[in-house]
């Protein structure tokens, strides 16, 4: 059974940092991708960061609002992903979930691979707050 759990959230004030963890397990899939996507009170989901397992070479894609802020990796390794988050504001501001898919698009389209209807297994989501 596929478990994501993610870790790393906190409140900081804005131009502060935060990293966040999202320990997998329980899948073995050749290709498959990995997101990260966040929802504020009232708002709908919606993905921040994605990344490609190394079969697809490990791509990474984001949002507008956190390009040059944000970074995606994986540590494949220890079956961890990750989210650096830079520059906060506070409207990052929100509860953040790890997600996968484990029959991605391809080629990727970027509108696709940032909705939450393409994921598969979800997270619980951790808390992010940011005081300005």
């Known amino acids: 059974q596929v478990q994501l759990v993610e870790s790393g959230g906190g409140s900081v004030q804005a131009g502060g940092s935060l990293r966040l963890s999202c320990a997998a397990s329980g899948y073995t899939y050749n290709r498959y991708m990995m997101g990260w996507f966040r929802q504020a009170p009232g708002k709908e989901r919606e993905g921040v960061a994605v990344?490609?397992?190394?079969?697809?070479?490990?791509?990474?894609y984001y949002d507008d609002s956190v390009k040059g802020r944000f970074t995606i990796s994986q540590d494949d390794a220890k079956n961890t992903l990750y989210l650096q988050m830079n520059s906060l504001k506070p409207e990052d501001t929100a509860m953040y979930y790890c997600a996968v898919d484990v029959d991605p698009p391809w080629p990727p389209i970027l509108s696709r691979i940032l909705s939450k209807y393409e994921y598969n297994y979800w997270g619980q989501g951790t808390q992010v707050t940011v005081s300005s």
């Open positions: 990344i490609y397992n190394r079969y697809y070479g490990g791509r990474t």
